[in-house]
């Protein structure tokens, strides 16, 4: 089996879920810069078999664009130039950053860790990547 990389992109920050080998459970892996991207990918890569990509794009469901849905098309074909074998699915990640924010709260993180941004970009893409799951 193999498992699914997912991405919450931004210009500044990515954060990076993955899935378990049998793609069941989501779990965030990590935060990186964009220049980090390509090491921090080739390294889950190389890890495990991968059976795709999952992107965060905000306003799917709607229709509508963003200041960042240029940006995350332009790196969802990058993402299927350099790995042409592996499918890139899109999930509206419209609320994410909102309900990582909440979910942190929940969990009882404290607020000086709450306070670090790569942590809500881990969370979100994590929440991505399980709407993903969800629909399959």
């Not at 080998?21 to 078999?49: D, F, K, N, Q, Y």
């Not at 849905?69 to 592996?86: S, W, Y």
């Not at 009882?108 to 929440?127: E, F, N, P």
């Amino acid at each position: 089996m193999a498992r699914y990389i997912a991405f919450d992109y931004g210009t500044r920050r990515i954060g990076i879920a993955v899935t378990d080998s049998g793609a069941i459970v989501a779990a965030p892996e990590c935060t990186c810069s964009p220049e980090e991207l390509p090491t921090v990918l080739s390294r889950l890569l190389e890890a495990e078999p991968c059976a795709g990509f999952v992107v965060g794009m905000p306003g799917l469901i709607l229709g509508t664009t963003t200041d960042s849905t240029a940006p995350i098309r332009a790196f969802v074909d990058q993402l299927r130039k350099a790995h042409p074998g592996l499918p890139v699915e899109l999930v509206d990640e419209d609320d994410t950053s909102r309900e990582a924010s909440l979910a942190m709260v929940q969990s009882g993180m404290r607020k000086s860790k709450r306070r670090k941004k790569g942590q809500l970009d881990q969370i979100a893409a994590t929440l991505i990547l399980q709407r993903f799951l969800d629909r399959r």
